[in-house]
C-alpha cells in the first residue's frame, strides 16, 4: 500500500477539493528556479525501511542494504530521482527524506 500525499482545500460550495501537494506549494511558492525550469525538475527521494520485518536489524535505503563499507565508514547514500510533479510515495513502516535541489523559498532569496 503507498500512500499518496493530498492537501484538502475548500472549495466556493463550502465541500473539500483535493490537490498534490506540489500544487499546493506552487501555489505559496514557486517550486522551481526559474533558471532551470528549461530543464525537467527532479527531486531525490531517500526511502528507509526494514528488511523483511519490523524489527528487522538491517535497514534498506531505497531498497539495498545498508552496510558499513569495509573500513567501517557509512556507505554512499544514494537517492533515487524522481520528476518533480508526480506524487511521492511511501511505504508503509518506512520514512521518506525528500529533497527538491531547485526550491526557490522567497525568505531565503
Known amino acids: 500500500m503507498n500512500i ?3 492537501v484538502k482545500e475548500k472549495n466556493h ?3 473539500h477539493k483535493g490537490h ?3 500544487d499546493f506549494v506552487n ?3 514557486p517550486l522551481i528556479d526559474r533558471k532551470t525550469s528549461d530543464v525537467t525538475a ?3 527521494e531517500y526511502h528507509l525501511s526494514p528488511d523483511g ?3 528487522s536489524q538491517r535497514m534498506l535505503l531505497n531498497g539495498k542494504p545498508l552496510q558499513l563499507t569495509k573500513a567501517g565508514d557509512i556507505p554512499t547514500l544514494d537517492p533515487v530521482f524522481s520528476d518533480v510533479t508526480s506524487p511521492i510515495s511511501i511505504a ?3 520514512i521518506a527524506f525528500i529533497v527538491l535541489p531547485q526550491f ?3 525568505a531565503c532569496v
Open 4 to 6: 499518496n500525499l493530498h
Open 13 to 15: 460550495k463550502g465541500g
Open 20 to 22: 498534490s501537494l506540489a
Open 27 to 29: 501555489k505559496s511558492a
Open 42 to 44: 527532479q527531486r531525490e
Open 53 to 55: 520485518h519490523l524489527r
Open 92 to 94: 508503509p513502516l518506512s
Open 104 to 106: 526557490v523559498a522567497p
